[in-house]
């Protein structure tokens, strides 16, 4: 199974950025799709998560400025960033299961971990 993510970059706070992580390997739709991050010096974080049906949970700091979705026939997960601030700074990593398929906040349930985008969100 591979993750590749990417989208990550640059930005003033409240501005927007799309991150993308494309997955291989294994059915993407029956997997639960997750975004977790971590800031310079600090644990990894969970952001949001995506069941196998297409359910969402966010994180309180995140909810309402971003939107997870999936989709299945590009083997797509995003993560949409809106209202940026800069303690969203971070490199963002997607996480997947196929165990359970109905997502988790916790980092030790996904198995599989791409390998990180950075985000910078300027003040």
């Known amino acids: 199974v591979q993750l590749q993510a990417s989208g990550g970059g640059l930005v003033q706070a409240g501005g927007s950025l799309r991150l993308s992580c494309a997955a291989s390997?294994?059915?993407?739709?029956?997997?639960?799709m997750a975004w977790f991050r971590q800031a310079r010096g600090k644990e990894r974080e969970f952001v949001a998560y995506i069941t196998w049906t297409g359910g969402t949970y966010y994180a309180d700091s995140v909810k309402g400025r971003f939107t997870i979705s999936r989709d299945n026939a590009e083997n797509t997960v995003y993560l949409q960033m809106n209202s940026l601030k800069p303690e969203d700074t971070a490199v963002y990593y997607c996480?997947?299961?196929?165990?359970?398929?109905?997502?988790?906040?916790?980092?030790?349930?996904?198995?599989?971990w791409g390998q990180g985008t950075q985000v910078t969100v300027s003040s």
């Open positions: 390997g294994r059915t993407f739709s029956n997997s639960a």
């Open positions: 996480a997947a299961d196929w165990r359970a398929g109905w997502g988790f906040a916790n980092r030790y349930e996904y198995d599989y």
